[in-house]
């Protein structure tokens, strides 16, 4: 895995003195998913581990983010399929829904998680929880309130937090994030949703689903740009099926007075349009959270983003202090987290012996939109601005069974592969539930295996999992060896 030895006590330390012992193994600062798994690994390493968090251990992931995401997108989607009846052999089906019932089944699902998160696990498992704020004094000390702890390595795990851009006349009574939508209690019935990415793709369209008029206003040209164009192509057109209004290319300049309340103005090829409006969210973008750990004192420089610096090994390149999660950037995933965690742990209770540079080779992540949009390696967009030589193998999928007859047909799997073999250099699929058809190709990428691997194993019938193996089908028929074919006909015509 690329382990290199080295030892951590020749990194700078400044000025700092080492302290001759110390009150703990690891001190982890932020109870998300990055400082929960860095915590509990630290933990089942038998090491004597504190974690610290601020307000409450789970995370963005379990309170603002994936947990209450998906509660409010299965709603949406059941509400999508009693209006699409007909296509299911249904003549006539209805639903009727209160907006404040649908939110308190959201936190109701999120308090049936918290358990998972809670201190009195993670106590259980070997971890010691305070619940306070952390500032750094020194790469072996850690100021927790009115109490200071020595400790051999830190882990910053703090996270990150909804960027809410300066639009001229935008204030706290217009807008929502990631972190307050949560909150609302009546459905906007005019909801413009700021920013073409995953969070303001998703929620454009279960608020389009639920009823609102939604529209999604984008500065650049298309939506999803870490996807290829023919993805964000097919997002538009989903959402622009639910209703949504979607305007790329569109930037916003200011909220002002409207008909009927307030108004987004934006601009567009020098034109100006006004949105009129109930609610914003804002969905730009998010900045890690540093503000207070002291890392001023450290001599460690933020980046331009505001995410910290590090090295392949997760190292700040100060004593013994690593980061890992949102504050890292420039995957914010809940998985990415705790892939990253996993490094951190290791290297920092063991990194004055060997570190382990963290792999990314074989990180997926998915939008869940419907349909969803699941990203594996390189996409060809990747592939073209770092140079890399790739074949592409596109099937697509509008003719799979149990597609069909789920009336989910649509979509595609988009294989990159190394030239002339069978090598996995990236996936992209746009279906439903591509999330969870990745998970056979991240495996496959993960183990070195490929294609032929794929084409070979057994697929229960009818199943959307079928889709892998006829896309890798699709790869071997681009392939096939032509003169051994064409010996092979002529044999067979002398044998009849």
Not at 292 to 317: A, K, M, Q
Request: charged content about 25%; hydrophobic content about 40%; some cysteine.
């Amino acid at each position: 895995m690329g382990i290199r030895f080295d030892f951590l006590r020749r990194a700078d330390t400044g000025s700092f003195t080492r302290p001759d012992n110390f009150d703990r193994n690891l001190i982890v600062i932020g109870g998300g998913s990055a400082g929960l798994v860095t915590s509990y690994l630290a933990a089942a390493m038998k090491a004597k581990v504190t974690l610290v968090e601020a307000h409450r251990m789970g995370g963005d992931c379990l309170y603002t983010g994936c947990v209450p995401s998906k509660s409010l997108l299965r709603t949406a989607k059941f509400l999508h399929d009693v209006k699409r009846s007909e296509a299911l052999g249904v003549h006539t089906a209805s639903a009727a829904f209160d907006f404040a019932d649908v939110m308190a089944r959201v936190r109701r699902i999120i308090a049936r998680i918290e358990p998972h998160d809670s201190p009195e696990r993670y106590e259980g498992l070997g971890v010691e929880c305070i619940q306070g704020t952390a500032r750094i004094e020194s790469p072996w000390c850690v100021s927790i309130d009115d109490r200071r702890l020595t400790t051999r390595a830190i882990v910053i795990a703090t996270g990150g937090r909804p960027f809410v851009p300066p639009v001229d006349g935008l204030v706290e009574d217009d807008y929502v994030t990631s972190e307050t939508l949560w909150d609302l209690e009546t459905q906007p019935e005019r909801f413009v949703v700021l920013g073409g990415g995953p969070i303001g793709c998703e929620m454009a369209q279960a608020f389009a689903r639920l009823g609102s008029r939604v529209t999604l206003v984008e500065m650049e040209d298309r939506l999803l740009l870490m996807e290829d164009t023919e993805v964000s192509a097919r997002v538009r057109q989903a959402l622009e099926a639910d209703g949504v209004q979607v305007l790329t290319g569109h930037r916003a300049e200011a909220v002002v007075p409207g008909d009927a309340g307030r108004a987004l103005r934006c601009t567009a090829n020098g034109a100006e349009v006004a949105l009129d409006f109930d609610k914003i969210l804002v969905a730009v973008g998010r900045r890690a959270n540093t503000q207070g750990l002291g890392l001023d004192t450290l001599g460690i420089e933020t980046e331009r983003s505001g995410t910290i610096p590090v090295d392949e090994h997760l190292h700040t390149g100060v004593g013994a202090v690593y980061a890992c999660g949102d504050v890292i950037g420039p995957y914010q995933f809940t998985h990415s987290a705790a892939h990253e965690a996993f490094y951190c742990a290791v290297n920092a209770l063991f990194g004055d012996l060997y570190r382990m540079p963290v792999d990314y080779s074989a990180l997926p992540w998915t939008t869940f939109v419907d349909p969803e949009v699941a990203h594996l390696g390189l996409n060809e967009q990747q592939a073209r601005a770092e140079g890399i030589p790739y074949d592409v193998t596109v099937h697509d999928l509008d003719g799979l069974d149990r597609a069909l007859a789920e009336e989910e047909g649509g979509g595609f799997v988009k294989i990159l592969t190394q030239p002339g073999k069978d090598r996995i250099l990236g996936v992209t699929i746009v279906a439903a539930h591509a999330g969870d058809l990745m998970a056979e190709f991240v495996l496959a990428k993960n183990a070195g295996l490929g294609l032929g691997k794929i084409l070979g194993t057994i697929h229960s019938y009818p199943t959307l999992a079928e889709a892998n193996k006829l896309a890798a089908g699709t790869w071997r028929r681009a392939r096939q060896p032509k003169l051994a074919l064409k010996f092979l006909e002529r044999w067979h015509r002398w044998r009849r």
